[in-house]
């Protein structure tokens, strides 16, 4: 993730410099402090986020305890674990207690379609998209994502309610081990 925004920051500085590199440590610890702050603005709990929308379909067409929003990649191993783990959690729990929105972030879409995780779609409480551009998309953008796995959960109010690191924290949420 780090390496990600270095490139990004780098790749700026170069466009506004004009020279490879040369942007200096307090741009770098500037734009730093105000990604980090906009993102604990974003993602604090109460935080409503209603005017966050998945291509056709909005937050607010989701009706149930808890929205997990799941953005992944075909390819990333440690998706891979949390998958199996998210496909526990809907067979687990209907529609009334979570609702699961997967944002695949690939470059290549036919990878997700070909992919076992989308087979699951039929699932009423499920929701699978494709973004379009993968970490450039608008909704990776949207979200400030910037790496696979992340995780968003949301409460039936589609309030911030926590930013699950792993499966364990996963499992802690939805009351199995």
Known sequence: MMYRILIILIAFCSSVSGQSGDCGADFLQKEMES???LFSQMYRPGNLMENYNFGNVHLYDFKSEHTLVFFWKTDCPFCKKLLAEI???????DSTKVQVIGVCLDEDKSNWEKHEFVALNTSPNLLNIYADKGYFSDIAIQ???YATPSMIIL???HQFQKLPKNQDELRKMFGYN
């Open 87 to 93: 496909r526990l959690i809907l067979q687990k729990n």
């Open 35 to 37: 990604r980090k702050t």
């Open 143 to 145: 979200y400030h994502i």
């Open 155 to 157: 409460d039936d109010k």
